[in-house]
């Protein structure tokens, strides 16, 4: 495994020792199958539109800081509803990298989680085959550039150049989905 590919796991697994009610759609984005995460579709969409996620817990999984473990609440049961506060949070990590080193791959990022926000609406019935394996690996991607940028944000110095490449490297593969049939080829495509 990659480095970077390592780093998305890490800051995923640190990401859910803070919001432990993301656990089942964060293994829907990196474990599949597809329907796993495209059964949510109406939550990934309105989460996203709403831009439903909490910065401060991904911050300090980002930089790795403790903070207060948040129970799911019961009725949620392990899915808290909000769809994937990770993805959710890059109109707003764009807004506030406007003007520094990493604001247009933010920018672009943001820019392809939407248009695949708007494509999952309009496709919502899809649950399987390659179309279905295509648009997880998307949303994969989305998630895996957000998991970068977070990363970049709380590491400072000590992130800036792999990170670059990671997010050039997912935004390359989002711009050809044909590149990435499902998401363990999503996966694999992150540089080491």
């Not at 695949?116 to 690996?137: I, K, N, Q, V």
């Not at 499902?182 to 992150?190: G, K, N």
Request: aromatic residues 6%.
């Amino acid at each position: 495994m990659g480095k970077a590919r390592d780093a998305v796991l890490d800051y995923a697994a640190g990401t859910l020792r803070l919001l432990p009610g993301q656990a089942a759609v964060t293994s829907a984005v990196l474990q599949g199958p597809p329907a796993a995460l495209l059964e949510r579709i109406p939550q990934l969409v309105r989460g996203f539109a709403g831009e439903r996620t909490d910065s401060g817990a991904l911050f300090r999984a980002a930089a790795g800081l403790p903070g207060e473990t948040v129970v799911p609440d019961r009725a949620a049961g392990a899915d808290d509803g909000r769809g994937c506060a990770l993805v959710q949070s890059l109109p707003a990590l764009s807004r506030e990298s406007a003007g520094g080193a990493m604001a247009s791959r933010a920018d672009r990022l943001t820019e392809a989680a939407d248009r695949l926000h708007w494509e999952l609406a309009e496709r919502g019935d899809l649950r399987e085959g390659s179309a279905a394996g295509r648009l997880a690996a998307r949303y994969a991607l989305c998630y895996a550039g957000a998991a970068f940028l977070w990363l970049w944000r709380a590491g400072g110095e000590n992130c800036l150049e792999w990170t670059y490449e990671a997010v050039d490297a997912v935004l390359g593969a989002l711009k050809d989905p044909a590149l990435v049939p499902d998401v363990s080829a999503a996966l694999a495509l992150l540089p080491t």
